[in-house]
């Protein structure tokens, strides 16, 4: 069964500095992956998803996201934090070509320091 | 409608009684999943809808919760005999190709 491991439940970049949100997975299978954003009081909305093509994937709001096989990871990143982006995200897992369920680690909020 | 609906928005009740929430996915969606998010964590997955197969119940926590899907279209999440540890929000999403559609969710308070 696939799962995901979020390091970190908490991370605080300054404004203008890099974000990386670390997010490793489990699957027995070639995954698809995801990264939900979730702003204060508002509901959750795919940021962006890896599904076997290019190995770096970009999303809204200038977050980018590299599948590494051999590392089993798919980490956040934008090179300038914004104060908009103070959020809770939420890595996600699928097992390819399987009518399986997509399984959410538990995700990091990230806070933005003036 | 254009997104996934999920009624009531809140629902504040007693300890010891049922509840019923609600969720419309979008139309042509085959996949549904309820999850449940309480204060401060994460996405813990509870029930699984794809098509006509058998759902998947694995994540649902008790014998006092159920779930059932007229075919693919309203999903209702039921909780018996509520606790204070059932207070979270419940998220209702919907899938096509991969991605979720989440709805609003529907805040549950047990007092």
């Known amino acids: 069964a696939q799962s995901v491991t979020q390091l970190g439940s908490h991370v605080s970049v300054s404004e203008g500095a890099l974000v990386l949100l670390r997010c490793n997975y489990s699957?027995?299978?070639?995954?698809?992956l995801f990264w939900y954003v979730q702003y204060p009081n508002q509901g959750l909305q795919l940021l962006l998803k890896?599904?076997?093509?290019?190995?770096l994937v970009k999303g809204i709001n200038g977050f980018e996201a590299e599948f590494k096989k051999s590392e089993t990871s798919f980490h956040l990143t934008k090179p300038s934090a914004h104060m908009s982006d103070a959020a809770e995200y939420f890595c996600a897992v699928r097992e390819m070509n399987r009518d399986d369920k997509i399984i959410f680690g538990k995700g990091t909020r990230l806070h933005i320091l003036p | 409608g254009a997104g996934v609906s999920q009624s009531p928005s809140n629902k504040v009740t007693e300890k010891g009684k049922d509840v019923e929430l609600r969720c419309d996915p979008i139309?042509?969606?085959?996949?549904l999943y309820w999850y449940r998010q309480r204060l401060g964590q994460g996405l813990e997955f509870l029930i699984y809808?794809?098509?006509?197969?058998?759902?998947?119940k694995s994540g649902l926590p008790s014998d006092r919760f159920s779930a059932e899907r007229t075919g693919e279209s309203v999903s209702t999440l039921t909780i018996q005999r509520t606790q204070q540890e059932d207070s979270a929000v419940y998220l209702c999403?919907?899938?096509?190709?991969?991605?979720?559609?989440f709805g609003e969710g529907s805040r549950l308070t047990v007092l």
């Open positions: 890896y599904t076997s093509a290019a190995t």
């Open positions: 999403a919907s899938s096509t190709y991969g991605e979720l559609f």
């Open positions: 809808f794809q098509g006509n197969s058998a759902p998947d």
């Open positions: 139309s042509g969606h085959t996949a």
């Open positions: 699957s027995s299978v070639p995954p698809y």
